[in-house]
């Protein structure tokens, strides 16, 4: 991002179309969940990782989809949050075959209960999205 881009178009301007571009009406449930009891933390959501972070030049949107859900397959307390970014993956150019890769080489990094969490948000989000219901989910 350049100091004129920061200039011509607000962070929140920025972010709210990235938001948009990036995770598609799962992102905007996310902020909209938030607006109620924090607004002030939903505008940051929005400032912050997509109006700055999400918009620099130098990573593509595909490539900054994998580094998140490796990082929140790996935090295997995320599944709300890796559910919004398998979507935006997806949304990305990512397929679902990539994604489940991303997932499966966290069990290297993160363990076995932090990659079968992210595989079965996966699938969740892969159902969703032919509406059914995702089946098999072990603890």
């Known amino acids: 991002m350049t100091h004129a881009q920061t200039h011509a178009e607000s962070r929140f301007d920025r972010g709210q179309r990235a ?6 009406k799962a992102g905007e449930k996310v902020v909209a969940s938030l607006a109620d009891i924090a607004p002030d933390f939903a505008r940051y959501v929005i400032e912050f990782p997509f109006g700055d972070i999400y918009c620099r030049p130098d990573l593509g949107l595909r490539d900054r989809e994998i580094a ?3 990082a929140l397959t790996a935090l295997g307390n995320a599944a709300p949050q890796l559910k919004v970014h398998i979507e935006a993956g997806l949304n990305v150019g990512l397929s679902r075959d990539e994604i489940v ?6 069990a290297v990094y ?18 969703a999205q032919h509406g059914q219901e995702p089946s098999g989910n072990a603890t």
Do not use: C, Y
């Open 19 to 24: 938001l948009s571009r990036i995770d598609g």
């Open 68 to 70: 998140t859900i490796a």
């Open 101 to 106: 890769e991303i997932i499966m080489q966290m």
């Open 110 to 127: 993160a363990g076995f209960p932090a990659a079968v969490n992210g595989l079965f948000a996966a699938k969740e989000v892969f159902a």
